[in-house]
């Protein structure tokens, strides 16, 4: 029967952080999601909060040539529109004259999201500190017109607020790579008092599509090489769920009995931006044929299971085109490969068709 060997990798993900920039005091801005992951649907609500130390609007506070008392500066803080915003951008790299730089490529990034809504500050609390404030600052004597100073309460230590925000459909999944491709989905809070942009990841998925018993088909494929070795595999169904195991059946007819050494099967998550291909294998089964002990087989019969990553892992994304200046083609799908390897002559190839990992039920 052979010997099986497995592997398998899950796909990146970026790391969660609480915070998109730092100053050298290293008091920080705040931005947290209502999904501690960071892992969302494209057409779902993202829901989160901010907490913005007073730090970084003191330049105005400490402004010598605004005269405009602090509670007003304040009021003027917190009344003013903040912004959240939802940033994707997809980088691709395409082949160029071999002049242009070193390996003949060049690199290329295509927004394909500005998503942008209003963080709602909590002004009853922080106009009630400024209002205390206010009140105990100083005090006028009507009697002796002298201004008589009190005890300072000090100023609030950070404004807060929460936003919620509508995320598009149609977006393509993210693809966190260290180089292209990649697709890369980012919350972003700017502050015209800070030059500092503040940033955390998200990572997006479509919930992919509805399965249906008339499209949820079995899938099979089979190739022949010169020596007449007739390669089969096929899958009962097409839809698959993260965290799901996928039986495959193999089989070979080999009427010569050539001697074979080794079939493989391989789970591939492949993406393609523009004309840039990126290929992770997700898990993968090896037999292999002591040749030295074992007579060839004229018929081999053979199962084994492949199994999908857990959340999150993005779903299928048919091709589609993105961009908002600029549109490109995205597209995210899963394939099985086959390969037969002969001692002597052609190995053979073989692919399925492409399986369709969805969130639906």
């Not at 730089?101 to 060049?106: E, L, M, R, T, V």
């Not at 925000?165 to 008092?193: F, G, K």
């Amino acid at each position: 029967m052979g010997n099986t060997n497995s592997g398998s990798n899950a796909p990146p993900s970026p790391s969660r952080w609480p915070t998109g920039g730092q100053d050298s005091t290293s008091k920080q801005i705040h931005i947290r999601t209502d999904q501690a992951d960071g892992f969302y649907f494209t057409g779902e609500q993202l829901t989160g909060t901010v907490e913005i130390p007073l730090f970084y609007f003191q330049q105005y506070l400490n402004n010598k040539n605004n005269r405009k008392p602090t509670e007003l500066i304040l009021q003027q803080i917190i009344s003013n529109d903040i912004i959240i915003e939802l940033v994707g951008d997809a980088t691709y790299s395409a082949e160029v004259d071999a002049a242009a730089d070193s390996d003949g490529h060049s690199k290329h990034q295509v927004n394909v999201c500005r998503q942008r809504c209003f963080v709602i500050l909590n002004q009853d609390n922080d106009k009630q500190s400024i209002q205390n404030n206010n009140q105990a600052e100083t005090s006028f004597d009507q009697t002796t017109t002298q201004t008589l100073d009190t005890q300072t309460i000090p100023l609030p230590t950070t404004i807060k607020g929460i936003f919620q925000l509508q995320i598009p459909d149609a977006l393509p999944p993210s693809l966190y790579n260290n180089r292209p491709p990649s697709v890369i989905y980012t919350l972003e809070l700017n502050l015209s008092s800070s030059r500092y942009r503040f940033q955390i990841p998200i990572i997006l998925s479509s919930k992919g599509c509805i399965p249906h018993p008339t499209i949820d088909i079995e899938l099979n494929n089979n190739a022949t090489n010169q020596h007449n070795i007739n390669l089969q595999a096929s899958l009962i169904k097409t839809f698959y769920r993260p965290g799901e195991q996928i039986p495959v059946r193999l089989s070979y007819t080999n009427p010569q009995q050539r001697l074979i050494r080794s079939i493989t099967v391989t789970l591939i998550q492949f993406y393609r931006i523009h004309n840039d291909q990126y290929r992770l294998q997700l898990d993968g089964k090896e037999w292999t044929f002591d040749i030295s002990t074992m007579l060839p087989q004229r018929e081999w019969l053979g199962e084994t299971l492949l199994q999908l990553p857990y959340q999150p892992l993005q779903a299928s994304f048919s091709n589609q085109s993105v961009g908002t200046t600029q549109r490109i083609e995205c597209e995210l799908d899963y394939r099985i490969f086959i390969e037969l390897n002969e001692k002597k002559g052609d190995d053979i190839h073989l692919v399925l068709p492409s399986i369709n990992v969805t969130y639906q039920k």
